[in-house]
């Protein structure tokens, strides 16, 4: 098949990190092409000889022309978080583009058990692998437990305070580094296999909120005691906070995912992919810890 990989929000964190690793594993640049609504942010990516080429979701015509004589095409789910089904349908345009424009393999980041799912974005990771499946295409579907990096959203303050609000009890995650992730798709990306997969990306333990509060503890020096509140106190106190409704909704049902014990799952589809175990979120802390204000 056409062994060009275009990768979607270039821009990005993830799509940064995913172009690195497609280049670290010896893919030639001329194989890449960077999608980004904006191009002029990629000048870097362009002098090193990859492609860039506007990809915006909200534009069914341009993204298929963007498409075009791609091989393979990885959507990286957007941050269209309005309450609303924009990023499905974000997500879908990129589907019927990518089939329009005759690709040859479909790849998307997903979250883990999007059918069962708590969180209150789950239906557009789970609409999106509906479509994906529908095209008949083969497909590799990237189902991205929580980042260490998500930390960064609630560790600081519960280390300023020293208390950390928490609705999920007794229940566990299994954090997972960008970096690891990023470069667990690369290593799929490169095979030429056109046999569909699923890959569900975790670390390699399930912690609870408590056993991550005690590894900040160690790794900064500030004591963090858990306070347990129930999804009303948290939602409550958020609000007091100054945190937009929407983004209420999403962190109130992340504790109420965490403590259904949906993101505890643990596989090693990092490991057989990178070839390594996934860096543990003992030693993401301890070199982030600067990042956390200690």
């Known amino acids: 098949m056409n062994d060009s990989i275009f990768v979607t929000g270039a821009a990005g964190q993830l799509g940064q990190l995913v172009i690195k690793h497609l280049l670290a594993r010896g893919v030639a640049p001329s194989r890449i092409v960077a999608g980004t609504r904006s191009p002029e942010k990629l000048a870097g990516l362009a002098a090193a000889g990859i492609e860039v080429r506007k990809a915006d979701f909200e534009d069914l015509h341009g993204l298929t022309e963007a498409f075009n004589g791609a091989g ?8 269209a978080l309005d309450g ?38 789950s239906p557009d990771h789970l609409g999106t692998e509906q479509a994906i499946k529908a095209t008949g295409l083969p497909y590799v579907i990237f189902r991205n437990s929580w980042y260490h990096e998500n930390l960064l959203r609630s560790l600081p303050n519960a280390l300023k305070s020293g208390q950390w609000h928490s609705a999920a009890e007794g229940g566990r995650t299994s ?7 990023a470069e667990a798709i690369a290593a799929a990306l490169t095979t030429s296999t056109l046999e569909s997969r699923t890959y569900t990306l975790t670390g390699s333990e399930a912690l609870s909120t408590e056993e ?6 160690q790794a900064t020096g500030q004591p963090i005691s858990v306070v347990h509140v129930t999804d009303g106190q948290l939602a409550t106190g958020l609000k007091a906070a100054g945190v937009p409704e929407i983004f209420v909704s999403v962190l109130v049902s992340a504790e109420a995912e965490t403590r259904a014990g949906n993101l505890s799952i643990v596989t090693d589809h990092v490991e057989s992919l990178i070839g390594r175990t996934p860096k543990r979120l003992a030693e993401y802390l301890k070199e982030a810890k600067a990042a956390f204000g200690a």
């Open 72 to 79: 393979t095409v990885l959507i990286i789910s957007t941050d």
């Open 84 to 121: 609303t089904d924009t990023r499905l349908q974000q997500h879908r345009n990129a589907v019927a583009a990518a089939v329009a424009a005759d690709v040859k393999r479909l790849a998307y980041t997903s979250q883990p058990n999007p059918a069962s799912s708590l969180l209150t974005f």
């Open 175 to 181: 954090y997972v580094g960008r970096e690891d992730i």
């Open 212 to 217: 991550v509060a005690r590894l900040a503890s």
